[in-house]
């Protein structure tokens, strides 16, 4: 039996895959250890500062408001710059931006390095999945976007895990200033990675993108049909905002893309991401139980997605959000009654815990992973960039509201109204899912493109 003969440059392009991968992982993981790292921090910080519920508001908060500056910016930089200077720009300010969390010498300096830590974040979300969609090879595109949402949620893990073992001393610094080792190790994968083919061919430099894509691919026939793939899809210019202007359907898809952000950030899961010891310390639990308990949030939160990766393709996508909305209305409306009527016993404690996480995994099976894919399923061609723009924006800028009004909803209208408010939105997002979200599942987009500028109604345009 002969050998099979690897030609050196499927070698390279084998290579080049694995950075690609190891690209996706670390993005993903440093976005998540950014999200979760504040929560078993801000109690710490408060001790230490000694301020108020509103200023921990803001320290918060600052991340998403900067992360919402930061994807309003990345379009731009990433068609100027180029995708690869972009992510370099932000795993700089990422490591930066922790740096200065760590070393932070006041409650203003650390609310400013946080905005620091937001504009990469904003920045790398935008960049890091667009860049990996024209990098990777079409048999691996779907995975490395999937690997991408999974090491989000795996990077909070690891975000509550670290808070966890640094709790013991209160050594908030460390749980601030650690996550810039992954930005380090980020920062070194993009360095070795080439330039956006797309990119090359978008700046005029045909003969650069020939060049990366034989590194990428290995096979000039491969890299002769892809190379006029690109090159057609490129006489589709953007035209986004000319578009919104003067297309009343386009405008249906954006306003839908910002009303299905709005809904999954107001189901409540990032107050839980945000502030899941304290919700432990309204329940009765000492500082070890919060934080340990915090870290078991974490874990559903990883493990439940998996439920979400084997269905979207098998139930749909309404059926979905069917469900998980009923589940976060049910598991939040229970937990606001438990702290209505008091947790006096160990056995509330677990039992209004454990309503908790089945609110979690309702979020990471459905509203979680769902939106993402709705929004890049419902823009058509000629507006994507501009629509996944708007839709990304709004994310976080909901995202910085609910993170900067929580404590303030539990001092002024106390626990169990604070979550029986977010159990009744999360009711009222069933009927809005009725009302407006298309099911888009074994549908082109292409199709959907068709069906929305034909005038249908938005629930009808995956039919």
């Avoid at 956006?196 to 034989?214: F, N, T, Y």
């Avoid at 056995?347 to 979680?368: P, R, Y």
Wanted: proline content about 3%.
């Amino acid at each position: 039996m002969n050998a099979q003969v690897i030609s050196p440059a499927s070698a390279q392009a084998k290579v080049t895959i694995i950075f690609t991968c190891v690209l996706a992982a670390l993005a993903g993981l440093m976005f998540g250890l950014d999200i979760g790292v504040i929560s078993g921090a801000t109690q710490f910080i408060q001790a230490e500062y000694k301020v108020s519920d509103h200023m921990i508001e803001w320290i918060v908060s600052s991340m998403m408001f900067g992360a919402a500056v930061g994807a309003v910016g990345a379009g731009w930089l990433s068609a100027t710059l180029g995708r690869k200077r972009s992510l370099i720009l932000g795993a700089v300010l990422f490591i930066l931006g922790s740096l200065l969390s760590g070393g932070a010498w006041s409650p203003e300096t650390l609310i400013a390095a946080r905005v620091v830590l937001g504009l990469a974040i904003g920045l790398a979300t935008f960049t890091a999945p667009l860049y990996l969609a024209e990098v990777a090879p079409e048999r691996i595109r779907g995975a490395m976007i999937s690997t991408y949402q999974l090491m989000i949620t795996i990077g909070i893990l690891v975000a509550f895990l670290s808070d966890t073992a640094l709790s013991y001393n209160g050594a908030w610094r460390w749980m601030l200033g650690i996550i810039a080792i992954p930005g380090v190790l980020f920062l070194l994968g993009v360095l070795f990675l080439p330039d956006s083919p797309r990119w090359l061919m978008m700046r005029g430099r045909r003969d650069e993108a020939i060049e990366v894509l034989m590194r990428l691919r290995g096979d000039a026939d491969v890299v002769k049909r892809e190379a006029a793939d690109i090159e057609e899809q490129l006489k589709t210019p953007q035209r986004g905002w000319h578009l919104f202007k003067d297309n009343r359907n386009f405008r249906r898809s954006v306003w839908l893309g910002v009303l299905l952000q709005l809904m999954q950030q107001f189901t409540g899961m990032n107050v839980v991401m945000y502030y899941a010891p304290r919700i432990f310390k309204e329940m009765g639990y000492d500082t070890s139980a919060q934080m340990w308990f915090t870290a078991l949030v974490g874990l559903t939160n990883v493990l439940a997605t998996f439920i979400a990766i084997a269905l979207i393709d098998r139930w749909g996508r309404k059926p979905i959000l069917y469900t998980g909305f009923a589940v976060m209305a049910v598991g939040l409306g229970v937990v606001g009654t438990m702290m209505n009527n008091g947790i006096h016993d160990h056995g509330a404690q677990i039992f209004t815990v454990t309503m908790l996480l089945i609110f979690i995994v309702g979020f990471a099976m459905s509203a979680g992973p769902l939106v993402w894919t709705l929004c890049s399923e419902i823009q058509p061609l000629k507006g994507r960039d501009f629509g996944i723009a708007c839709s990304t924006f709004t994310n976080w800028i909901c995202n910085m509201i609910v993170g900067f009004t929580f404590l303030s909803l539990l001092n002024g209208i106390g626990n169990a109204h604070t979550f029986w408010l977010y159990a009744a939105l999360n009711a009222v997002f069933i009927l809005v899912t009725f009302w407006l979200v298309p099911e888009t599942k074994g549908v082109t987009l292409e199709q959907i493109e068709r069906n929305l500028m034909s005038g249908k109604r938005l629930r009808e345009i995956g039919r």
